[in-house]
Nanobody, 124 residues
């Protein structure tokens, strides 16, 4: 059983940066870790994924070059560094764990555990 808790969301202006964290209660080294987001009135969408070792990453086209996913397995924590934020990045951001290797493409249905999310609001 893995429990995930996100933090680091907030209200920022366009162009600013935020770093989200996802702390896991259990050992997540056997899990690929992922970030998804859901904007008001929209479906949950994939943002980024990172392999168990951290050696492989993959991003949605909408965030490529602006967001960076990383993980610290010793701390059981995954991060999402978000730079050059845009109003369209406004959403609840969710951390998710998928047992096994990285999966590309990455779908929400394939996740084994989810956090409750953290809200990111980007004003124009």
């Amino acid at each position: 059983q893995v429990q995930l808790v996100e933090s680091g969301g907030g209200l920022v202006q366009a162009g600013a940066s935020l770093r989200l964290s996802c702390a896991a209660s259990g050992r997540t080294f056997n899990y690929a870790m992922n970030w998804f987001r859901q904007a008001p009135g929209k479906e949950r969408e994939f943002v980024a994924t990172i392999s168990r070792s951290g050696g492989a990453t993959y991003y949605a086209d909408s965030v490529k070059g602006r967001f960076t996913i990383s993980r610290d397995n010793a701390k059981n924590t995954v991060y999402l560094q978000m730079n050059s934020l845009k109003p369209e990045d406004t959403a609840v951001y969710y951390c998710a764990a998928a047992q096994g290797g990285i999966r590309i493409p990455t779908y929400a249905v394939g996740m084994d555990y989810w956090g409750k999310g953290t809200l990111v609001t980007v004003s124009s």
